[in-house]
């Protein structure tokens, strides 16, 4: 059983669409994130929410909302793309308060805006 | 400007060489983690140390977090072409904040 699954895989869209990717943990963590990973590899946090409810929300244009309808679901929306969207995007879990802290990542979701 | 700086950028060594690759800051860090990036794959976990001057073994991989909780170190020993991946550092800070990696290619 995949422990982080993200939904699509790949993604390719035009400038100006609106899309979502959506993620699901199955290992009864309490948090979840989105990373955003560009061509150079760097992974920079966007969002964070622990018990559905947000906790981080980095310097993220806001055409990018997140959503958290539960403790196992964070997807994010994205509105009116733009060719500087083009990442991979990875969620990832981990259980607040622990001394480790490990987060566990999805496979991510790579999206082309052309 | 990045919390956490990591280098060499890019490695490349035949097998059996041996390697370390740093990641540093000014900021104090209460843990930090070392993971793995493979191809079409999300990071995965080598590695948390907590401790100042500790020092945490997984068979050929060596990892060191500085006295002050500013920086680490990861050592392999007889790089073997399974090594080859993205290797992560990443600090917590009340949130996890990742340096840009060093990208490790061993040659057979």
């Known amino acids: ?114 | 400007t990045q919390l956490l700086e990591q280098s060499p950028q890019f490695l490349s060594i035949q097998e059996g060489e041996n390697l370390t690759v740093y990641c540093n800051s000014s900021s104090v860090f209460s843990s930090l983690q070392w993971y793995r990036q493979e191809p079409g794959e999300g990071p995965v976990l080598l590695v948390t140390v907590v401790t100042g001057g500790e020092v945490k073994k997984l068979k050929r991989l060596t990892f060191q977090f500085g006295d002050a909780r500013k920086d680490s170190s990861l050592h392999i020993t007889a790089a073997q072409p399974g090594d080859t991946g993205l290797y992560l550092c990443a600090g917590d800070n009340n949130d996890m904040r990742f340096g840009a990696g060093t990208r490790l290619t061993v040659k057979p």
């Open chain 1, 1 to 114: 059983d995949t422990a982080v699954s993200q939904t699509p895989k790949y993604l390719v869209t035009q400038m100006g669409n609106d899309k979502s990717i959506k993620c699901e943990q199955n290992l009864g963590h309490d948090t979840m994130y989105w990373y955003k990973q560009d061509s150079k590899k760097f992974l920079k946090i966007m969002f964070s929410y622990n018990n559905k409810e947000l906790i981080i929300n980095e310097t993220v244009p806001n055409r990018f909302s997140p959503k958290s309808p539960d403790k196992a679901h964070l997807n994010l929306h994205i509105n009116s793309l733009e060719l500087g969207d083009s990442a991979v995007y990875f969620c990832a879990s981990s259980q607040w308060g622990t001394n480790t802290g490990e987060l566990f990542f999805g496979e991510g979701s790579r999206l082309t805006v052309l």
